[in-house]
């Protein structure tokens, strides 16, 4: 693995941020959101060694995990964010929906941060780049941590006026966003319902919770967040993206796809992020499917040309 060099001037203030900031009351529930689910993971492996781990809480794991994962890999980011490819009304409501269940924030409120971070990626007014305090050691170390979650507690809120006007002028988008509590209420009971149901008991109902709510979400969030902060670096580069984007081959599978960064910061609307060979990209292959359906049109595939003149020789 190689590690980027050099880094950018650390970020200041930008006016391309809501005038509310984030409250203590907001701040504080995002912190029960991040550190109860963790508690849960470093509990996993006592729990299942003392109370055993049913086959229904695995299928509903795995389920919720794949259900959220390409919610926001193919909903949130390519298709929302980067708009890689045009998605039937329906499909549009349905990725919004599972991306929402993930509890990343809001469709509208991702997607205003997320193409903020590329405005600016690894610069001034990048939301979470790793570079932001220096490239020493120490202050690399410091930015990690602040890329990984720390950024998640700033009292700035990206503007989605500014960011993502075309989603606020979307009467549907903005519907979910809004209910986006109550969806996040969905994401942790529904599992414990799928439990109770399938075992017909309170026990089921308690370990799907455990594992399909609290465990799930915790690792959904951190290989989430690991593209922000490990992806941006250490890792290989191979195309030109202008900033300190890399590819991670380990987290290519539980990110479906998003860890071949690289390519991505390089070309951004393109709608397969792992277009070398061997680069297992699940996300590309969903959007694949739908567009077999006629689900999707205008899908912004790889251009060999355009990826020939990117390529670092």
């Given amino acids: 693995m190689t590690v980027a060099p ?36 470093a509990a996993a492996v006592p729990f299942a060694w003392g109370w055993g ?26 298709h929302f964010t980067h708009k890689s490819f045009k998605a039937k009304r329906p499909l549009r409501i349905a990725l919004a929906l599972a991306g929402s269940l993930s509890i990343e924030m809001s469709v509208i409120d ?29 202050a690399l170390t410091k930015g990690l941590v602040w890329a990984h979650m720390g950024w998640l507690f700033d009292a700035g809120r990206t503007s989605p006026a500014k960011f993502c006007p075309d989603l606020v002028a979307d009467k549907d988008i903005r519907r979910i966003s809004r209910v986006f509590p109550g969806l996040v209420a969905v994401s942790m009971l529904l599992p414990a319902l ?10 089921g109902a308690l370990t799907a919770f455990f594992w399909g709510s609290l ?10 967040w690991a593209i922000n902060s490990i992806c941006h670096v250490m890792g290989e580069e191979v195309f030109d993206s202008r900033d300190k984007a890399r590819n991670v081959w380990w987290l290519a599978i539980p990110s479906f796809g998003e860890s071949w960064h690289n390519l991505h910061h390089a070309d951004p609307t393109c709608a397969r992020h792992g277009v070398l060979k061997g680069q297992i990209d699940i996300s590309a ?29």
């Fill in 110 to 138: 991702w997607v205003a941060t997320h193409r903020r971070h590329h405005k600016y990626s690894d610069k001034e007014g990048d939301p979470h780049s790793p570079w932001r305090f220096g490239s020493d050691w120490k």
């Fill in 215 to 224: 465990v799930r979400v915790s690792l959904l969030h951190h290989v989430t």
């Fill in 6 to 41: 050099s880094a950018p001037p650390r970020p200041q203030a930008l006016p391309e941020l809501e005038a509310k900031p984030k409250g203590v009351f907001e701040r504080v529930l995002l912190a029960v959101f991040i550190a109860v689910p963790l508690l849960a993971v």
């Fill in 53 to 78: 781990l049913g086959w229904s809480d695995v299928a509903i794991t795995v389920l919720m995990y794949t259900v959220t994962g390409l919610g926001v890999t193919v909903g949130y980011h390519r």
């Fill in 194 to 203: 799928l439990g109770g149901l399938i075992t017909m008991s309170w026990w």
């Fill in 285 to 313: 292959r969903l959007i694949w499917i739908f567009e077999r359906f006629g689900w999707v049109h205008d899908v912004r595939w790889p251009n060999a040309e355009r990826l020939a003149a990117k390529r670092i020789s």
